[in-house]
């Protein structure tokens, strides 16, 4: 895994720039609309090849001009065509604080993430134990860090309350069929506490649905390929928004 000794991560972290705001960023006050974690990807297991060629900085900048709150940025090579590059260039495009979505695994994955950009990590209760995302959640406040933590099954969820995880992230997409459905994040919200910060993940892609959402005490959306789709990312993203 390690390309670079974890002491030299280190040392860059130390040396490096404060992480910006995510889970302010994702904060919904009342009366304000749903925000909008928009994503950078270039392929997904579902649909493939989404665009063969991205430009990480211009998405962004479409992104931040179109009103997102945050990004996401795909970092994952094997199945989502992602780089660190990509993350790279599109957080130093904008002001808008950055989530590294990946497999998050091992500690040095976290390190890796600061060195890069980013200002928040993914952690997934579906690969995960309790007590590995407690750890993680420990490095990630240690390093000034959010991390966005995310389950689809209610058992999943109850895990994430117990680790005290302030953002949860709710996967519409069941990974066994692949198929989504809105109203997984709409059933298990009513078990969250009002204090956690709550994104519905995956299978977005019409008002109708933010409308649905935001009814339901959702404070953001995390949308990737409706907004990749068609190659007008900001567009796309003016046409979702409420």
């Known amino acids: 895994m390690a390309s670079c000794p974890l ?136 390093l000034g860090m959010t991390a966005l933590v995310e389950g689809h099954e209610p058992e999943e969820i109850d895990l994430i309350l117990r680790t005290g995880a302030r953002l949860i992230g709710v996967n519409n997409r069941d990974f066994r069929t692949m198929k989504t459905d809105i109203e997984t994040t709409i059933r298990l919200r009513e078990h969250i506490p009002k204090n956690r910060i709550v994104v519905s993940q995956s299978g977005i892609s019409d008002q109708s649905q933010v409308k649905r959402l935001a009814e339901a005490g959702v404070d953001a959306i995390q949308v990737g390929t409706s907004l990749m789709e068609g190659g007008d990312p900001g567009g796309r993203l003016r046409a979702l928004r409420l």
């Open 7 to 142: 002491a030299v991560l280190q040392a860059k972290v130390e040396s490096g720039s404060s992480p910006r705001d995510f889970l302010a960023a994702l904060r919904r006050d009342p009366g304000e609309p749903v925000r909008v974690l928009a994503e950078i990807k270039a392929a997904s297991p579902s649909r493939g090849t989404i665009q063969g060629e991205i430009d990480p900085a211009a998405i962004a900048k479409a992104y931040e001009t179109a009103g997102a709150a945050a990004l996401s940025v795909l970092t994952d090579w094997k199945y989502f065509s992602g780089t660190g590059a990509h993350l790279i260039q599109a957080r130093a495009a904008t002001g808008l604080p950055t989530l590294r979505k990946d497999f998050t695994i091992h500690e040095y994955q976290v390190w890796e993430a600061r060195t890069i950009g980013a200002d928040a990590i993914l952690l997934m209760a579906q690969i995960l134990e309790q007590e590995e995302i407690e750890r993680f959640l420990s490095l990630t406040h240690q």
